[in-house]
Nanobody
Framework: QVHLVESGGGLVQAGGSLRLSCAASGRTFSAYYMGWFRQAPGKERESVARITWSGGTTSYADSVKGRFTISRDIAKNMIYLEMNSLKPEDTAVYYC????????????WGRGTQVTVSS
């Protein structure tokens, strides 16, 4: 059974930094995309960043390019999201997710971790 468990959220002032972690377990993720999503109150969930587990190829939403960095540690089965220059509009619940490369929709999800950026 696949488990994705996020950690590292919290309260930070605008301009600050946080690093989110996602512990992945339950299967081999070699042919998977691992993603970070977020959902702010009253808004739809949006994709933040994505990384291929095997090759480490990354992509980002325009709103976080240059500020956020996604990475993975294959040996530890961990996904990270380094968030710098945080803005109040980054406030949301952040979710880790996974899907294999043959699917379009993510189908493994963590429970999320709250990130709150104060102005």
């Amino acid at each position: 059974q696949v488990h994705l468990v996020e950690s590292g959220g919290g309260l930070v002032q605008a301009g600050g930094s946080l690093r989110l972690s996602c512990a992945a377990s339950g299967r081999t993720f070699s042919a998977y995309y691992m993603g970070w999503f977020r959902q702010a109150p009253g808004k739809e969930r949006e994709s933040v960043a994505r990384i291929t587990w095997s090759g480490g190829t990354t992509s980002y939403a325009d709103s976080v390019k240059g500020r956020f960095t996604i990475s993975r540690d294959i040996a530890k089965n961990m996904i990270y999201l380094e968030m710098n220059s945080l803005k109040p509009e980054d406030t949301a619940v952040y979710y880790c997710a996974a899907r294999d490369v043959t699917h379009y929709e993510y189908y493994y999800w963590g429970r999320g971790t709250q990130v709150t950026v104060s102005s």
